[in-house]
């Protein structure tokens, strides 16, 4: 779907602040989880991290730049379908010194707080919060399958729901990652440690939604990447959660999914296009809003006069 340009106004500003209010929270159940307010979203930097964004060939999806995210750059996409949200103060002084407007142009436009862009990256990153603790809680009570270093090809198979797996490190170059299972089956990889690698690599999905498919790695040792996904070769697919890390992607790989992380480095190039195309854009509600209002008016004019 091909999202129509946008400029800001306060309707449509008020409008997107009704949906992040209203928007599902993160939740981890046994039927399985729940992104909320990040599921938009197909790059979010939480909050206190960075975010560089230098060559994309293609971004489907929303950008996030959250409370006192530093920008060391913003430029040279392609094609960009979605919008960016920058949270109001620093984060706003940030991105518009790195910014470069004439090869960073998002189809919805540049959201900036305060208002609608700062509350739904706000509840952005309580759901991130909310997420982590109910990750944590989920593997601290099992069933968790060990599967050790991840360095050659791996099939693994749902048994419908949650299927949880423990990684000691991805270390994959030229590998194969095989998930089978149904419309219900959610795998789930929790991985420790820095330097976990995902190059020329690639995801084949047997009846698994890519949306059901998460990469929480654990690290907070920001100086180093959590995960390097790389490679014109790789075709990565799912949502990489690293809340206290860092995420490095680059070359023109295949990547449908997301990276919600402390900090993000993207470059070289890169493609990524969240899966969740149905998600729609502010500005088609605010041109709901617009007609419904102007639907209401109308019916007013109607009335008939009293006798």
């Given amino acids: 779907m091909k ?4 400029k800001s106004s306060a309707g449509g500003s008020a409008l997107l602040l009704l949906l992040a209010l209203t928007a599902p929270v993160a939740q981890v159940t046994a039927a399985g989880i729940e992104l909320g307010n990040t599921a938009s979203f197909a790059l979010l930097a939480l909050e206190g991290g960075s975010l560089e964004i230098n060559s994309a060939h293609s971004i489907v999806g929303n950008v996030g730049y959250s409370q006192n995210v530093l920008v060391p750059n913003a430029q040279k996409v392609d094609s960009f379908i979605g919008s960016a949200y920058v949270y109001s103060g620093i984060t706003t002084t940030n991105f518009n010194a790195k910014v470069a407007t004439a090869t960073y142009a998002p189809t919805g436009g540049i959201q900036y707080g305060p208002g609608a862009a700062d509350t739904l990256l706000s509840n952005a990153n309580a ?18 399958t060990n599967l050790g270093t991840l360095s050659s090809n791996t099939s ?92 490095i992607y680059h070359n023109p790989a295949t990547f449908n999914g997301r990276i919600i992380a402390h900090a993000i480095d993207v470059h070289s190039d890169f493609n990524i296009s969240n899966p969740t195309l149905a998600v729609p854009e502010p500005e088609i509600y605010a041109m709901l809003g617009l007609g419904l209002g102007l639907m209401g008016w109308a019916g007013r004019r109607r009335k008939p006069q009293a006798a």
């Fill in 3 to 6: 999202i129509p340009s946008m």
């Fill in 127 to 144: 759901d991130a919060q909310a997420l982590q603790t109910g990750l944590n809680s989920l593997f601290s009570s099992g069933p968790v």
């Fill in 156 to 247: 693994l198979a749902g048994a419908g729901g949650l299927n949880l797996f423990d990684v000691t490190q991805w270390q994959f170059n030229s590998n194969t990652l095989t998930l089978t299972g149904g419309s219900n089956d959610w795998f789930v990889f929790r991985a420790g440690g820095i330097d976990n690698s995902w190059s020329q690599s690639n995801t084949v999905l047997n009846g698994v939604d890519p949306n059901h498919v998460l990469f929480y790695l654990t690290s907070t040792d920001t100086g180093h990447d959590a995960i390097t996904v790389n490679k014109d070769s790789s075709i990565f697919s799912g949502t990489i959660f690293a809340p206290g890390g860092l995420v």
